[in-house]
Each structure stands twice: as structure tokens, then as C-alpha cells.
């Protein structure tokens, strides 16, 4: 378990070096922001696989503890268009930065896109 917590944090701090973010998509009170890292597009057939980053401009509270931004591994299937939570880190700081404030690494439901959506953008996005 404490190797993959380790093997978890340094790939997250490497990653963090290298992260192209990229705006994709905005609230419209402009409270959250929706980036993807190019960089990061994994494509095998029409399933796409690619690193976001939710910056927030109010923290948001888990186990009392605010923090402002998410890096987000999902998945999308271009073509069926629906997308997966693979992994997200969240993070007392904007933009990905300060400390790790929690962590999920069990995939989620894949779930349709709705149309319309900024989950859309952000496919239309990673699929092109």
C-alpha cells in the first residue's frame, strides 16, 4: 500500500512538471474553470484517454478541509460519447498546486455525455 501511495505521488509530481493545460471550458458565473493537458491524449481506436484539471474559484470542503482544484484522469469513448472517471487528486491550492488533499483511484461509472454539456466540450475537445 505504501508503494503505490509513493508510485501515486511521484507520478503526480512528474506529471505536474510537465502539464500543458489548456482552457477548454468555463461556468457561466466563471466560478470553475475546465482544462485539459493535451500532452497527457492517449488514443486506441476511439477511446481516448487524457488528464483534466477543474480549478475552482471557492474552495470546495471534503473531511472539513477546502481545496480548490481537481486533476482529473478520464476516459471518453469518442464515438459512443460517454466518459469515465479513471482517477482525481484533489488539491489545497489552484490549479493543481499545494498539497494533496484526497484521492480516488477507483475507476467511476461510465456514464453517457450530455449534449450540451461542458462534459461535451471537454470530449469534443480530447477527440479531435
Known amino acids: 500500500m505504501k508503494r503505490l501511495l509513493a508510485t501515486t505521488l511521484l507520478s503526480l509530481a512528474c506529471f505536474a512538471a510537465h502539464a500543458e493545460w489548456v482552457l477548454v471550458s468555463e461556468s457561466l458565473n466563471?466560478?470553475?474553470?475546465?482544462?485539459?493537458?493535451?500532452?497527457?491524449?492517449?488514443?486506441?481506436?476511439?477511446?481516448?484517454?487524457?488528464?483534466?484539471?477543474?480549478?475552482?474559484?471557492?474552495?470546495?470542503?471534503?473531511?472539513?478541509?477546502?481545496?480548490y482544484s481537481d486533476k482529473i484522469y478520464m476516459r471518453y469513448d469518442c464515438v459512443e460519447k460517454t466518459s469515465q472517471t479513471l482517477q482525481i487528486h484533489s488539491f489545497v491550492g489552484r490549479?493543481?498546486?499545494?498539497?494533496?488533499?484526497?484521492?480516488?483511484?477507483?475507476?467511476?461509472?461510465?456514464?453517457?455525455?450530455?449534449?450540451?454539456?461542458?462534459t461535451e466540450q471537454l470530449l469534443n475537445f480530447v477527440c479531435k
Request: proline letters at 10%; a positive charge; charged letters at 25%.
Open 30 to 67: 466563471r466560478e470553475f474553470k475546465f482544462y485539459a493537458d493535451p500532452t497527457t491524449k492517449k488514443r486506441t481506436g476511439n477511446v481516448v484517454r487524457v488528464w483534466q484539471l477543474h480549478d475552482y474559484a471557492k474552495p470546495h470542503v471534503v473531511n472539513i478541509k477546502p481545496y
Open 95 to 118: 490549479m493543481g498546486s499545494g498539497e494533496m488533499e484526497g484521492a480516488a483511484n477507483k475507476p467511476g461509472d461510465e456514464l453517457s455525455v450530455p449534449p450540451n454539456s461542458i
